[in-house]
Structures are given as C-alpha cells and as structure tokens.
C-alpha cells in the first residue's frame, strides 16, 4: 500500500492537496504562459531553449496532477482543464499576459527563485511521493533558474532600451507578487504536520536574499520586500486574465467534455 | 573556372561523392544549394505556426506536450538548416539576418501548405499526419543529396519528422474513434488539405532550376516520383480511417503502378506561393516579423552585455 492510499488525517490531506493545486497551479499557467513564445521569441535559438523550459512546466504540472489524482481528486486531464478559475490556486502573476520580453525574463527569474527555494524546501517533506518526484524536478529547474537569472543579468547590465524594459517590468510585476509567499489556508498545518518545513515569511525573506544581489549587481532599485496583498490566488481570488487564459486552454476540450482528444 | 575543374566536380557528383562547404563548386550549385535550403529552412520555421496557433488549445496535458515539442523541431529544423544555408552563403556575405529578412521582401518563398488555414484542431492533427507525412517523403529522398552537410543535417530532421508524423496519426485517430461531430471535423481537414498536398511536391513539368538540381543530384526524385509515392502512401490510410478524398479521378493502375488524380490548381497555389496572398500567408509572415523586428532590441541588449561582461573580466 503506497502512501497515498494509505489512512492520512484529514488535516494532512486537505493541507497536502492543497499544496499540490498550488504547484501543479503554478506550473501550468507559467508553462502555458511559456509556450506563447513559440515561433516569437527574440531569436532562434531562445526560441528553442524556451519551449524546453515551457514542455518542462506542463510536465511538472502533470506530475503534480497525477499526485492529486492519486490522492483521489479525480482525472488529472480534468484537473487541468475543467477547474473554473475560482478553483485555481496559482500565484497571480503567473497568469498574468507575457507583455515584453522583459517583462517574461523578470517574472521567469522571480518565480524560478521563489520555486527552486520551495522544492529545495520539499526535499524535507515527509510524503515520499512528493519528495522523490521534486529531487528529479529540481534538476530541471536548475537550469530554468540559471536561464532566467543571466537574461535578466544580461538585460541589465546592457544598459539603454533594454534596462529601461527591465526596470519597467520590475514596477509591473512587484505589487502582484505577495501571494507568490502565500501558502494558502493550511499554512500552519503544513508547517506542524511536516509536509513543508518553512513558513511564509521565511519563504519571503530566503527570496529576497537571492534576488536582492542580482538587483545591486545590475544596479536596478530595490522596490522593498513585496507587502501590500492585492488579492491572493492561493485562495482562488484572480484577476480576468486568468479567465481570458483558461477560455482559450480549454476551448476544444470544452466543446466535447466526453470526447476523447 | 576551367572546364577540367568542371570535369573534375561532375565526375565527383556522377560517383556520388559528397561536396563540403569548402570544396571548390561552381557558382551555379552554390547558388542552387542556397536556394533550395533557405527556402527549405524558411519553411520549417514559417511551418511552425499554424500549429502554433493550436498549442494553446491542445485539449488534455500530453496533446499539450507534444504540440509543444513539434513546434520546437520545427524551429529547431529551420535554425539547423539556416545554419547549413549560411555556410553556404558565406562567399557571398550573406547571413542568418539577411536570409530571414528576406521573408519579409518576398525575396524568398515557403511551401504552400503553410499559405493555408488551420481553422480546427482536427487540422493540427492532419498537419501532422499529411504534412509532415509528404515532408519526410521529400526529405528522405534528399538523403541522397550530393551537398554533404544539407543530406546529414537531414538525417537528423527526418528522424524527427517520422515522430511529428506519428504525433498526427495518434491525433488523426482518437477523431476518427470519437463522436460524429469529431469524424465530421476530420473530415473536412482531410478535404480541405488534400488538393494542398497535391501541390505540395510541384508540378510533374519541373521548372529549369530543379531539373538543374537533379543534374547536380542536390534532389535525386522528380516531383511525381514524390507525388506517388505519398498517394500510394495515404489513399490506404485515410481510407482505412473511414474518411474520404475530395477527388473522384484517384484510381491506382496495376499496367503502370502509377495512380490518377485530379491535379490541383497550379497557377493559383503558384500565385499564392509567389505572392504570399494565400488565407494565411501575411498574418504569419507578421509573426515572424513581430519576432525579428520588434525584438531586435533584445539581440542588440545581448551583443552590448557581452561586451560589457567580457571588458569586465
């Protein structure tokens, strides 16, 4: 008997599917995200390294579904496609549209930190199936990290157009990234039943250890540890664009729901 | 040029040696070879978007992967063939830049397929099925092209091909297994691109550049030899999917081993191709605009940090 179907209390559960909608969330609507720079990104190359970085996501996001289908949420083609937005508990700024190149490189590299400091968080988590699946992830994402942290350097240090891009995105992006901390309504039992070590504040403040010295080192202003919550995903309240991103994801799969595609 | 280094060249071609970017040619096959591999990686790339506009709407997590991943090889096959084109091109200046922004001009054409619309998902799967099923038909006779680096980099696209075909043919067939409404929308892609890929390999009259080719062996196939080797290739496996073709003159003649079929309507795909005025020709040429022009700012940024990076270390 695995662990899944194994008697878990019922706070475990509902906190442990709650972290996994918040993840598999996440991967999705930033992989979707991704993969509309299919065929427009700023050159051929990027073009191809960005795809990787987007199949990977919807990947992740697969593995994650697959955990809660174990859990038994149901069908994991369901769980992605057929959650109204309400259900949703992905961090805001991950549905939010891609805007400029900039704009995607800062959000890629604020949401690659915060997410390899979550699974190296995880590699303490005492469900094994989420433990071994995030010791592969992590190897993956390593690199999602490193590619975004030298195009965001490079955009910076560039100087001209391009930091003016970055520094806008920077404004853009920072008061939608509160609910990125958000663990959602089972923060404390996550906590005390050993399933992620870290509170929310630490998660913040490990964040901003690591993006804080890339700012100086590209000389961009620190904007302040993000505070003010406008609305927090993690709690299923979003803004439009999720509801315009999962319109058109679910288009065909909504116009059979029994079909098989 | 000297008529024994010629000699020499054609005699290299006729023991089917393979000729290198460094090798001495003449102008004539160089020029040749430029044309028909940046047309060819111009294609892939343009290639990518009519399915492109699907990969947001593939319906479950593993359409949604492997949509993705097509597309990439797509762009992945037009970055490795620009490569090999560039090379060539070297003698003559030309670069990546110069042969993309050539799109733009009308300076260089793709394949008529790409011209046409995709309106359903039924079409991503027929894309896969047709298309990429007649591309590696063309593309495996290309193998044999006496351009050294244009035949090996074509190893390496057909392998891929024969995985974007059988993406397709899984697509093709859960339609083709599902409700009549899916069987209705399979059929109606399969009609809508058939009279495309009757164009698709050129007219059976091959135009003085590609019979040139086949002199020099960059092609080694006629256009028809490609043409029915695909029909006698895809009138069994759409029939068997219960689906029908748009044409009442496919017949297969044991006497020739060679079918009939209603040809397509040359001088319209041919304007279309020249002009680039087919249903879709222009909003995906802006794509590809948007992507170059409009992001140059970027690789502008990357040249500059470089150099900011490299004084720094």
């Given at each position: ?24 969330d996440d991967e999705l609507t930033i992989g979707h995200r991704s ?157 005390k039943e050993g399933i992620f070590p870290i509170s929310e504040s ?60 | ?313």
């Amino acid at each position: 008997m695995n662990q899944a179907e194994q008697q878990l209390s019922n706070n475990y559960r509902t906190a442990l599917i709650d972290l996994l909608y918040q993840m598999a969330d996440d991967e999705l609507t930033i992989g979707h995200r991704s993969s509309e720079w299919l065929g427009i990104a700023p050159d051929l190359e990027e073009d191809i390294a960005f795809s990787s970085i987007s199949q990977d996501e919807v990947g992740h996001a697969t593995f994650y579904f697959e955990l809660l289908s174990e859990l038994g949420e149901g069908d994991p083609d369901k769980l992605a496609f057929a959650r109204t937005k309400e259900k949703r508990q992905n961090a805001r700024v991950l549905e939010r549209p891609n805007h400029d190149w900039a704009y995607t490189i800062a959000r890629g590299y604020f949401y690659d930190v915060f997410d390899h400091i979550r699974l190296q968080e995880l590699l303490q988590t005492n469900y094994t199936p989420l433990q071994k699946g995030v010791q592969k992830i992590l190897r993956e994402e390593r690199y999602h990290l490193l590619h975004m942290e030298t195009w965001f350097e490079r955009l910076g240090v560039a100087k001209g157009e391009a930091k003016g891009r970055l520094e806008n995105a920077v404004i853009t992006i920072w008061p939608d990234l509160t609910d990125l901390f958000s663990l959602g309504r089972s923060n404390e039992i996550l906590r005390k039943e050993g399933i992620f070590p870290i509170s929310e504040s630490a998660l913040s403040d490990k964040w901003t250890q690591q993006v804080k010295p890339l700012f100086d080192r590209t000389e961009l202003m620190w904007p302040g540890t993000p505070h003010v919550m406008t609305g927090n995903g993690r709690l299923g309240v979003h803004t439009s664009d999720l509801q315009q991103l999962l319109d058109m994801m679910t288009e065909v799969y909504r116009s059979d729901l029994i079909a098989t595609w | 040029m000297s008529d024994v280094q010629l000699q020499i060249f054609m005699d290299r071609i006729q023991q089917g040696q393979k000729i290198e970017s460094t090798d001495w040619m003449p102008d004539d096959y160089r020029k040749l070879v430029i044309k028909q591999i940046h047309m060819h990686g111009i294609s892939e790339v343009m290639g990518a978007y009519p399915e492109k506009e699907w990969v947001p709407k593939a319906p479950n997590l593993r359409r949604k992967l492997a949509l993705i991943a097509k597309v990439q090889d797509e762009i992945g096959h037009g970055q490795l063939l620009l490569r090999v084109a560039e090379d060539a091109a070297k003698p003559f200046g030309k670069v990546r830049d110069d042969m993309i922004t050539d799109l733009f001009v009308n300076k260089v054409k793709f394949h008529n397929v790409f011209h046409m619309e995709a309106p359903t998902w039924a079409d991503a799967g027929i894309i896969g099925f047709l298309v990429d099923g007649g591309a590696i038909i063309t593309q495996a006779s290309l193998l044999e092209s006496s351009y050294g680096p244009y035949a090996r980099v074509l190893q390496r696209i057909c392998a891929e091909e024969s995985f974007h075909m059988q993406h397709g043919e899984s697509v093709v067939l859960s339609l083709a297994e599902g409700t009549a409404e899916q069987r209705e929308m399979l059929q109606a892609a399969v009609t809508r691109w058939w009279p495309s890929m009757m164009f698709f390999f050129g007219p059976p009259e091959m135009s003085s550049g590609a019979q040139r080719m086949m002199e020099y062996k960059i092609r080694t196939r006629t256009n028809e030899e490609l043409r029915q080797k695909f029909i006698n290739r895809y009138v069994p496996r759409v029939l068997s999917l219960g689906m029908t073709l748009p044409d009442n003159q496919l017949a297969y003649h044991a006497e020739t081993k060679l079918w009939t079929y209603t040809e397509p309507d040359w001088e319209k795909f041919s304007y279309m191709v020249q002009h680039n005025s087919g249903p879709k020709s222009q909003a995906r040429i802006e794509l590809r605009r948007q992507a170059h022009e409009d992001q140059k700012w970027v690789r502008d940024a990357m040249i500059r940090a470089g150099q900011v990076i490299e004084a720094m270390a």
